[in-house]
């Protein structure tokens, strides 16, 4: 490698402070939403919450950073305002992490690689994509990590590897390389396997041990483990096809379209393949440790394009200082005048100032392009300032009782200190496997928050609740804020104005076959009578057949016996997202009913619009709204239940007769049962009778209510009945056991069961 030029020392420090001031002053107004969510645990910490997001709920690590959340705790506690205090600390890392990067090329007598790779780490725009993150924190952890190992300081490079994972789980992939290194140092010395072993990796793991074992235990006894359910929550999005990006974006796609982003910004990115290309063939012959960031950043990207992390910019910063160091050992190596590797340098330096000239004037009031276009990747998130205005807003005219769901938790949840729920699983993380089968609106309808904070764009990504019937029977607007920087403005504070309504009545349960392996084990709702004005929530639960993508899955309530249903409703499921024999609730709202349906009962039916079967399962019923008359008779049937006849009971022999029985319901009855009414003699022999379900099955026995009147007729064929009087027995019976209900004791009851309800007089008629 040519590289004879020796940066003094000391300015170069001051010259990295001075860069790192500079770019930190200019950037200070930037804010994204994640980090906010460390904020809020880090200030319920220091209020004495404890280690949670929300106080007073089950206990779940949400943020990747917990180390960091304590640390923040400090400044919280002495009343600091955390988004600047966070801001200012990666400013400090941002300079330490350059200066690691120096002092790796002195130690590797590669002090111009170590300088420049030092800059060019710092005017990397990506690099202030993550203010406020722990991530600056951590890369600066992680190159002097780095810069020890190679100095054979072992267990301080393991101290810091140990702190390093505790800002963020991943360090342990930094902790890998530098073991690896240290291994192969040992053993280049001509140390045996065995006790390179032992005094390389070792002593490594000893430092960490120091540092990270007692946060581990800590974060074990506090949620039981101490890897954050970020990870999978973020997995689980990527499944969905919901990503920082575009829909289905893999990790790698991501780092691609960044780099495309970039050349959209300035044609000079494009020099910076082929000049890292010249560093990477250049680095073959230097020091190991100068590949240690290069193989930590490889690793970064194989490890998180492997478990299928959703892609988001500032997942990518673990790549600058590698990125960083290829650049500046391609200037470094080329043998030519100074004047021609400063012009080099400038040429990289140069689209770098652009894209963070880009940055500031968005942070100044320039209004971004869409999230449809490329740029829009990699400028900052102009939403955290309305998501701001609406979390003081709630914290202002809402109850500190109240509840409030929003799409994204860090930045709303943090101002508004409410009891804060996202619909993407992280504070729920039985959500988790609804957001990778794309089911985002089934978390809305479960959770029905008492506030709601909306986008007019994409308000619950791939649904728009606000358009519907039924979101607007259950919540109001209450205030609406907008700012043209957002392409989701106006953003519109929702108040639910009725109690919470969930499907969770169940209806039917057992296995319906929907075709091609699919079935309905499941129908739930939120109540068992409609009438004027209901908000009906159907919930039916589906296990997986054949994965075929996305099909349209049908459900209505139909009219038993035969009628007009109610409204039917469909939605996208996305069998494709399914595990094999999964099992899965999805939601049906209908709207409120304006008219007064058809009385009766009713059962849910269910199909694929694109052909199968159709199941039926669950029953619902609009009330008959029967009354008895004041002179009605009574007798005990069986669990609160009575059954009298409706007038005069008299008829013409040798006719038809027609009797009507009401009844009157008691305690819910799991089956459908059927009715017999007997016209006995005084021998107690049966001479006619009438078996049928109630109402002839238009009103069966399940759906009857506590002191609901159900009049049931019920004709009597007497033709061969000579005039008399006979005695009428009435009762229910299952008709697949043929075992009657069992009647209470009472002068009414029978001997074989059934209950008297008077004498029938036959009459000789003209």
């Avoid at 949670?52 to 949400?62: G, S, T, Y």
């Avoid at 917990?66 to 966070?86: N, Q, V």
């Avoid at 807003?393 to 809402?398: G, K, N, S, Y």
């Avoid at 499907?503 to 409609?530: C, H, K, M």
Wanted: proline residues 8%; contains cysteine; charged residues 15%.
């Amino acid at each position: 490698m040519s590289e004879p030029l020796h940066p003094k020392r000391f300015w170069v420090v001051v010259l990295t402070l001075l860069v790192a001031l500079a770019l930190g002053v200019l950037m200070h107004p930037l804010r994204f939403d994640d980090p906010f969510i460390t904020y809020r645990v880090a200030d319920n910490l220091a209020r004495g919450n404890g280690f949670v997001f929300n106080p007073n709920e089950e206990r779940a690590l949400i943020t990747t950073a917990p180390l960091y959340a304590l640390l923040l705790a400090i400044p919280a506690r002495l009343g600091a305002d955390l988004p600047t205090t966070s801001n200012a600390l990666s400013v400090v890392a941002s300079a330490l992490a350059s200066l690691g990067l120096l002092r790796l090329g002195w130690v590797s007598q590669a002090p111009l690689t170590g300088f420049l790779a030092g800059i060019f780490f710092l005017l990397a725009p990506m690099t202030w994509l993550t203010l406020g993150f722990e991530t600056l924190p951590f890369l600066a952890t992680s190159v002097w990590a780095i810069v020890l190992t190679q100095s054979r300081q072992l267990v301080w490079a393991g101290m810091l590897l140990g702190f390093g994972i505790g800002l963020r789980g991943d360090g342990a992939l930094v902790a890998l390389v530098c073991g690896l290194h240290a291994l192969r140092e040992a053993r280049t010395g001509g140390m045996p396997l065995h006790t390179a072993v032992l005094y390389a990796p070792a002593r490594l793991g000893v430092g960490a041990t120091l540092t990270y074992l007692p946060l581990a235990l800590y974060l074990t006894a506090q949620f039981g483990s101490p890897l954050p359910t970020t990870l999978q929550t973020k997995t689980a999005q990527a499944v969905s096809g919901l990503t920082g990006f575009y829909p289905g974006t893999s990790f790698l796609e991501g780092a691609m379209l960044i780099a495309s982003a970039y050349a959209k910004i300035s044609p000079l990115f494009v020099l910076l393949l082929p000049i890292a290309a010249l560093g990477a063939w250049q680095l073959r012959r230097a020091p190991l440790a100068l590949w240690m960031p290069i193989a930590w950043a490889g690793l970064h990207l194989a490890g998180y394009s492997l478990i299928g992390v959703a892609p988001y910019t500032w997942y990518y910063a673990p790549l600058l200082p590698g990125l960083a160091l290829l650049l500046a050992a391609g200037i470094a190596s080329i043998a030519a005048p100074p004047a021609l590797r400063v012009g080099l340098a400038g040429l990289i330096a140069a689209p770098m100032l652009a894209a963070n000239a880009r940055v500031i004037g968005v942070l100044n009031g320039d209004v971004p392009p869409p999230p449809s276009e490329l740029i829009s990747k990699v400028l900052p998130e102009t939403k955290v300032y309305l998501y701001e205005r609406v979390g003081r807003w709630i914290a202002a005219h809402t109850p500190t009782t109240a509840t409030l769901g929003v799409t994204e938790l860090g930045v709303m949840g943090f101002y508004a200190q409410r009891h804060t729920t996202d619909f993407l699983g992280l504070t729920d993380r039985g959500q988790l496997d609804a957001i990778r089968r794309g089911d985002f609106i089934g978390g809305l309808i479960r959770s029905q928050p008492d506030w709601l904070a909306l986008t007019s764009v994409n308000a619950l990504y791939d649904a728009h609740p606000p358009k519907d019937a039924w979101f607007r029977a259950l919540y109001r607007p209450a205030a609406q804020f907008d700012d043209p920087r957002f392409w989701g403005s106006p953003m519109t504070v929702w108040q639910r104005v009725r109690p919470p309504t969930r499907p969770e009545i169940l209806l039917a349960q057992g296995e319906r076959d929907l075709g091609e392996g699919w079935q309905v084990t499941g129908v739930a709702a939120n109540t068992r009578v409609i009438t004027q004005g209901t908000l009906l929530l159907l919930s039916v639960r589906l296990r997986a057949g054949v994965l075929r993508g996305a099909r349209e899955l049908r459900v209505q309530p139909v009219v038993l016996g035969g009628g007009d249903g109610l409204a039917v409703v469909s939605r996208l499921i996305y069998t494709q997202r399914f595990r094999p024999n999964e099992e899965a609730w999805y939601d049906f709202p209908l709207p409120p009913l304006r008219d007064m349906p058809k009385r009766g009962a009713y059962e849910v039916s269910i199909r694929w619009l694109d052909g199968g079967p159709e199941v039926f399962a669950g029953r619902l019923k609009v009330p008959l709204d029967a009354t008895a008359p004041p002179d009605a008779r009574w007798q005990p049937l069986s669990a609160e239940m009575h059954v009298a006849a409706l007038g005069k009971i008299a008829a013409c022999s040798y006719g038809t007769s027609t009797i009507t029985l009401l009844w009157r319901g008691g305690q819910p009855l799991g089956l459908d049962y059927h009715a017999f009414l007997h016209v006995r003699d005084a021998s107690g022999t049966i001479i006619a009778q009438h078996d049928s379900p109630p109402r002839t099955g238009t009103y069966p026995t399940s759906v009857w209510s506590l002191s609901e009147v159900i009049p049931d007729e019920h004709p009597i064929d007497l033709k061969s009945v000579p005039p008399g009087q006979y005695d009428i027995v009435v009762g229910l019976y299952d008709p697949v056991t043929q075992q009657r209900l069992p009647v209470v004791d009472s002068p009414a009851r029978t001997p074989d069961g059934g209950v008297k309800l008077g004498v029938l007089e036959v009459r000789l008629c003209q």
